[in-house]
C-alpha cells in the first residue's frame, strides 16, 4: 500500500527489489510513505523523524528505502544526508557534527595529495564500509543495488549489472575502471592507488587481491605506482593475488592462490607461486558471451541490457 504526505492511501505498491525476479505486491497498511512517489523535502523531512514514532522509517519496504536513497545521492550528499542514508540502513546514533569531523583511512595515505577526496566521495565511502556492518547487508536484494548506486558515482566508471558482494573493499574509487557485468565476491581487495581496470564480465572470486604500488625495500615511504588491467572474459579465482603493473589478457583464468607477478596471455590459464602459464582455457571452441559469464542464479542482477 502506497501512501502520500499525510498517510493517505493509495493502494497497492509495486516494489522491485534490484534483481530481475520481477515485481512484488504488497498490502500492508502501516507504511506512511511511498518514497518513489513523494516529493524530495517531504522525503527528507519524513526520514528525520524518528523511525519508530511519526517517520516510520523502519517498515519502508526494499525499493521505497533504495529510492529514498538514491534522491538523497542525487541531490549532493552531505553530512545531514549521510545521516539520512545511514537511518534507512538501519543505523542510527551518528550526527551530523560528528559525521562532519569524518576523515578515511584513505586520507592517511600519500595518494590523497594526488587523488583527493570531495565531500560527496567521502561520505559515500563510507557508507560503503558502513554498509558490511549492519543486517542490512545480508538483504542482497537491497544491498547489491545500493552498492551499486556508490559505485556509479564513486568510481572513474562503473558500467551496468555490477554487482558486488559483502567486504569489497578499495582504497580509493575514483582510481577504479568497471565495466559491464562485472562481479566481484565476497572479501576482495582492490590497491586501487596506481589505477585498477575491470573489462567486461571480469569475475574475482572470494578473497581475491590486486596491489598497484611496492615500497622500496631501502626506503619504506619510497611508493612505486603501477596499474593493473584485467581484460574482458577474465576469472580470478578464490585467494589469487595480482601484483602491480600486471595485464590479463581477454578470457584468461587465474587459478585459485595463485601469485601473479607477470603479464597473462589471452585464454591461458596460469597457476602457482609465482604464477606459470599452465594450459590454454578450455573454452570448446566458445568465446565472448559464450562463455556464460552468468555470476547467480538465473542471472540475478545481470538484466540490464
Not at 526494499?62 to 540502513?89: H, K, Q
Not at 559525521?99 to 577526496?117: A, I, N, R, T, W
Not at 585459485?256 to 604464477?275: E, I, K, W
Amino acid at each position: 500500500m502506497g501512501l502520500h504526505p499525510g498517510g493517505r492511501t493509495t493502494g497497492h505498491t509495486h516494489e522491485n527489489d534490484g534483481s530481475n525476479s520481477g515485481a512484488r505486491t504488497s498490502s500492508t497498511t502501516t507504511t506512511k510513505w511511498n518514497a518513489s512517489t513523494a516529493n524530495f523535502a517531504t522525503v527528507r523531512s519524513v526520514i528525520r523523524q524518528n523511525p519508530c514514532t511519526n517517520g516510520n522509517v523502519s517498515v519502508l519496504k526494499i525499493g521505497e528505502r533504495l529510492s529514498a536513497i538514491n534522491r538523497i545521492l542525487d541531490s549532493g550528499l552531505d553530512a545531514s544526508g549521510t545521516c539520512e542514508v545511514l537511518e534507512l540502513l538501519g543505523a542510527s546514533g551518528l550526527s551530523s557534527g560528528l559525521l562532519s569531523e569524518l576523515k578515511l583511512y584513505s586520507e592517511c595515505l600519500p595518494m590523497v595529495d594526488e587523488v583527493g577526496y570531495t565531500p560527496p566521495q567521502r561520505y559515500m565511502h563510507f557508507l560503503w564500509d558502513a554498509l558490511d556492518k549492519l543486517p542490512i547487508s545480508i538483504i542482497v536484494n537491497f544491498s547489491i543495488p545500493f552498492r551499486r548506486m556508490l559505485a556509479k558515482r564513486l568510481f572513474a566508471r562503473c558500467g551496468r549489472n555490477f554487482i558486488a558482494e559483502e567486504n569489497v573493499r578499495f582504497n580509493f574509487p575514483q582510481n577504479l575502471e568497471v565495466g559491464d557485468d562485472v562481479f566481484l565476491n565476497r572479501g576482495v581487495f582492490l590497491d586501487t592507488k596506481g589505477g585498477v581496470t575491470l573489462g567486461n564480465y571480469v569475475g574475482l572470486a572470494e578473497d581475491a587481491q590486486i596491489f598497484t604500488h611496492i615500497h622500496s625495500e631501502s626506503d619504506h615511504i619510497v611508493r612505486k605506482y603501477a596499474k593493473v588491467v584485467l581484460k574482458d572474459f577474465v576469472m580470478v579465482n578464490s585467494g589469487a593475488m595480482i601484483l602491480p603493473g600486471v595485464t590479463i589478457g581477454e578470457q584468461a583464468i587465474v587459478a585459485a592462490r595463485a601469485l601473479v607477478h607477470d603479464h597473462v596471455p589471452s585464454n591461458a590459464l596460469v597457476g602457482g607461486v609465482p604464477a606459470k602459464v599452465m594450459r590454454d582455457r578450455r573454452t570448446e571452441g566458445r568465446s565472448g558471451k559464450e562463455l556464460d559469464h552468468i555470476w547467480l542464479h538465473k542471472s540475478a542482477f545481470q538484466d540490464q541490457q
